[in-house]
């Protein structure tokens, strides 16, 4: 005996509406953008980074780091991901004078904040001071740390003359002084997996006109 017609496209159906309903059961929690198939609006903002001393007005996506937005929308490479967890120091910049993780902080926070990123220290005709000490003592390999290293290092000797204290500081009443051990505790957070540190080191303390 056949099975009638009705019954099997009723079967079907029960299987299809099984399937659908085991789908969106299994992610209960699926963002809004997937549940109404991808149209929600991406949340923009208009911002204008000043870096290396020029305005770049952008629109971005407001989840957009500083890293993103300089290595992306302005193709200034020189900064680099490495981690982009705030864990290696490759994407060091300057902003306001003050060193930071560019991979830790969106974009938009920064609308009309100084920016230096390494571009904007120096030029292969004319090298900023720290840029000279690293190539004279090798403080590199591959060269990927070396942008953060530099901008870090920059930033590291303006700390000590400013008198901040770090960590290994013994005497907070005393000036701070360019040592061996402030440097190390102070680029602690720039990794370089080439294992330059010795060089760097000397690097810096080339600059800071101190015989390693
Ligand atoms: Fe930002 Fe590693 S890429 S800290
Ligand atoms: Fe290669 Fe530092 S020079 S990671």
């Known amino acids: 005996m056949s099975i009638p017609c009705h019954?099997?496209?009723s079967r079907r159906g029960v299987l299809t509406t099984g399937a659908a309903t085991l789908?969106?059961?299994a992610v209960?929690?699926?963002p809004a953008a997937a549940q109404d198939g991808g149209n929600s609006a991406v949340p923009m903002a208009r911002v204008t980074l000043r870096v290396n001393g020029q305005a770049h007005p952008l629109a971005l996506d407001t989840r957009t780091t500083l890293l993103d937005a300089l290595r992306e929308h302005l193709h200034l490479t020189g900064t680099k991901k490495g981690c982009d967890h705030g864990q290696c120091g490759?994407?060091?910049?300057?902003?306001?004078?003050?060193?930071i993780n560019a991979c830790l902080t969106?974009?938009?926070m920064h609308d009309g904040e100084a920016i230096t990123t390494i571009e904007g220290l120096g030029?292969?005709?004319d090298l900023h001071a720290m840029q000279a000490a690293f190539i004279r003592h090798d403080g590199y390999q591959c060269g990927y740390c070396t942008p953060g290293q530099i901008c870090s290092a920059v930033a590291v000797l303006a700390e000590i003359k400013a008198g901040i204290?770090?960590?290994v500081t013994a005497d907070l009443?005393?000036?701070?002084?360019?040592?061996?051990?402030?440097l190390r505790e102070r680029m602690s957070g720039n990794l370089c997996r080439c294992g330059a540190y010795s060089n760097i080191l000397d690097a810096i303390n080339d600059v800071a006109g101190r015989a390693a």
């Open 7 to 9: 019954a099997d496209l």
């Open 23 to 25: 789908a969106a059961s």
């Open 28 to 30: 209960p929690n699926a």
């Open 90 to 99: 490759a994407c060091t910049v300057m902003v306001e004078g003050r060193r």
């Open 106 to 108: 969106l974009a938009v």
């Open 123 to 125: 030029t292969p005709d």
């Open 165 to 167: 204290p770090s960590h």
């Open 173 to 182: 009443g005393a000036a701070t002084e360019v040592t061996a051990a402030e």
